[in-house]
């Protein structure tokens, strides 16, 4: 599972609501995909839909989508939202990760 930040959930529902989604009947895709300077890096888009092998799930109110593939990486990692001087965005705390980049957006295990 994904945990989700009242602050990431927050700024989710602000940024779905700007793009034309709802947080209540749309979903959050995140995912992980080949690239990055530590391999892996993170992927996070709003959808309207879902695939047979998307896992769902529910985080704080936020209806998450994962790929099964992605999810292997993913679990136990917290979506969190970052609004200080040092940089604004979301950031992922993954358990998982042996290794990130300096810039938070990539991993490897």
């Not at 994904?2 to 700007?18: D, G």
């Not at 799930?57 to 993913?74: Q, T």
């Amino acid at each position: 599972m994904i945990n989700v930040s009242e602050t990431a959930k927050t700024k989710l529902a602000q940024l779905m609501a700007e793009d034309g989604f709802t947080i209540t009947n749309d979903y959050v895709r995140v995912g992980v995909k080949s690239g990055g300077c530590s391999g892996l890096s993170y992927d996070l888009h709003f959808d309207k839909a879902t695939t047979d092998t998307d896992k769902v799930f529910e985080a704080n109110d936020v209806r998450i989508v994962v790929d099964k593939k992605s999810f292997l990486y993913l679990v136990g990692t917290t979506l969190e939202f970052s609004g200080g001087l040092n940089g604004k965005g979301f950031v992922f705390n993954n358990p998982n990760a042996q290794r990130t980049c300096g810039c938070g957006e990539s991993f490897s295990l």
